[in-house]
């Protein structure tokens, strides 16, 4: 290793302890930080290389277990992997998308070893944690309701709550997953700004309206729905696989429909207010606003409605 790769390496590294070091000391500075972490991982990946970059996040490791190991190792596993990914792939000279996917895979693997962090060192399971939880929420709301004098609910009634409760539980591998998607893409762009002022690069995201899934996501789609109208145990791996895609599938489908009214909105020169008001509704009003959207991206996938409509 180079004198200059050494040298980046360490100032880089000072820069990412110094922000782990804001991390812990300022109260909820993570909602900031968080996003930030993975940046100094980015640009030294740019500069020097995958071989180097994993070098120094394996560096990193060592030395954030050496500093509140509690707080700094499982977030620089988190922002290592995510880093790692995100600059690896701009090494490749991929899309902007690509990107964003590569990197949501990078969040996801280091969500998992987090999970595991957990599990080994401190001896936590985070699913029985969450159950316990849930279920003392459960229990005191009912003794608050007692207290005001409020009927209390039934034992169906509790059964169902709690059942509505588990699909939460249940569907945690989606959440990791959008949240590593929100975490990938908010880092993706942060860092593209920070290389186009250091680097001169060119770095972008394409507008929305050019974001176009495979069509061959339908079809996994519409399978994942089959399966999952069948009927399962609740824990069997067949329920948690085909609930879990079939939820993740449909939000990537909704994307794909608010993404057409951004399209439809572009080639037939209306409003922009048109496709911000429709994101908002989704968001607001979700299960009936992801459904719709879900409907759209079908239609958009399935019928080609871009080409269509680029053909008038």
């Known amino acids: 290793m180079n004198k200059k790769v050494l040298q980046e390496g360490l100032l880089f590294a000072a820069i990412y302890m110094l922000l782990i070091i ?33 070098l120094f996040v394996l560096f990193l490791l060592v030395v954030s277990l050496f500093y509140m190991m509690i707080l700094s190792f ?14 690896m792939a701009i090494n490749q000279k991929l899309s902007a998308y690509e990107i964003l996917a590569r990197g949501t895979a990078g969040f996801v693997l280091g969500m998992l070893m987090i999970f595991i962090f957990v599990q080994l060192v401190f001896g936590i ?42 699909v ?10 959008v949240m590593a998607l929100f975490l990938a893409f908010i880092t993706e762009w942060l860092s593209f700004k920070v290389l186009n002022k250091l680097e001169k690069t060119k770095l972008y995201f394409p507008p929305f309206r050019n974001f176009v899934l495979p069509k061959i996501l339908v079809w996994v789609y519409l399978f994942t729905i089959i399966f999952s109208s069948f009927d399962y145990e609740t824990n069997s791996m067949m329920y948690q696989v085909s609930i879990n895609v079939s939820q993740l599938t449909g939000i990537l489908i909704a994307l794909q429909g608010i ?18 008001i429709v994101t908002v509704f989704t968001v607001l009003f979700l299960p009936i606003g992801l459904y719709l959207a879900r409907i759209l991206g079908i239609i958009d996938l399935g019928f080609s409605l ?4 680029k053909a008038k």
């Open 22 to 54: 804001i991390t812990v000391i300022v109260p909820a500075s993570e909602i900031l930080t968080v996003f930030l972490l993975p940046i100094p991982i980015i640009v030294y990946t740019v500069r020097n290389g995958n071989i180097s970059a994993c």
């Open 74 to 87: 499982p977030l620089t596993l988190l922002a290592g992997l995510g880093g790692l990914f995100i600059g």
């Open 125 to 166: 399971n985070i699913i029985n944690e969450l159950n316990q939880t849930m279920e003392q929420s459960i229990n005191t709301t009912q003794e608050l309701m007692n207290s005001f004098g409020i009927q209390q609910f039934t034992p169906e009634e509790l059964d169902q709550i709690r059942e509505e409760i588990m």
């Open 168 to 177: 939460v539980v249940d569907l945690l591998p989606v959440i990791f997953v």
């Open 259 to 276: 993404s057409f009214i951004f399209y439809w909105t572009y080639m037939k020169k209306a409003s922009i207010a048109i496709p911000i």
């Open 306 to 309: 871009r080409k269509k409509l």
